[in-house]
T-cell receptor, first 112, second 116 residues
């Protein structure tokens, strides 16, 4: 079982739709949580970090449930430009250092 | 934000040869990370490179196959040794910066490697 699991999709949604992605992580020692966006043939870029209290950035809302080890990302009013792969990322300490664990990514395609 | 460059951006190599990938950051950073992203897959951490110490390798990756150098706080290299077609992948370096209450990772543009 992968340490960070996501539904790979693809999610095909019409413009203006609301879409939600889920992510689960297995290591309870995980400390920080993020959503990254990766466009085709490009490097990943931070979309938003995820706080226990939940956080919102424009059309994007991220939530964290530590008890269930579950992270979500909600995109409202989808735009064509939202088409990308969304990577769930977890940061945890191990052996005196820390590292980032990436989920497999969820592909989103917003259709005109 | 960090500006990270990688060289080469892409290469096609013969089986059995080695390729060294360079990663240059525009500011000093303590930790640099090397990832591999195989076609259609997510990122897998190869190793963490701290300046002044040996790189820390993840399970499944060994120094003989992926030697790493970290001569200073702005530069690192990853060598893919004795390549086989299974090494065909995108290799990315990254750094992270401490923000007010979280770390943000920045990635280089990647090196697209094809092994024939």
């Amino acid at each position: 079982r992968k340490e960070v699991e996501q539904d790979p999709g693809p999610f095909n949604v019409p413009e203006g739709a609301t879409v939600a992605f889920n992510c689960t992580y297995s290591n309870s020692a995980s400390q920080s949580f993020f959503w990254y966006r990766q466009d085709c043939r490009k490097e990943p870029k931070l979309l938003m970090s995820v706080y226990s209290s939940g956080n919102e950035d424009g059309r994007f809302t991220a939530q964290l449930n530590r008890a269930s080890q579950y992270i979500s990302l909600l995109i409202r009013d989808s735009k064509l430009s939202d088409s990308a792969t969304y990577l769930c990322v977890v940061n945890r300490y191990t052996s005196g250092t820390y590292k980032y664990i990436f989920g497999t990514g969820t592909r989103l395609k917003v259709l005109a | 934000s960090a500006v990270i460059s990688q060289k080469p951006s892409r290469d096609i190599c013969q089986r059995g040869t080695s390729l060294t990938i360079q990663c240059q950051v525009d500011s000093q950073v303590t930790m640099m990370f090397w990832y591999r992203q195989q076609p259609g897959q997510s990122l897998t951490l190869i190793a963490t490179a701290n300046q002044g110490s040996e790189a820390t390798y993840e399970s499944g990756f060994v120094i003989d196959k992926f030697p790493i150098s970290r001569p200073n706080l702005t530069f690192s290299t990853l060598t893919v040794s004795n390549m086989s077609p299974e090494d065909s992948s995108i290799y990315l370096c990254s750094v992270d910066y401490l923000r007010l209450d979280y770390n943000e990772q920045f990635f280089g543009p990647g090196t697209r490697l094809t092994v024939l």
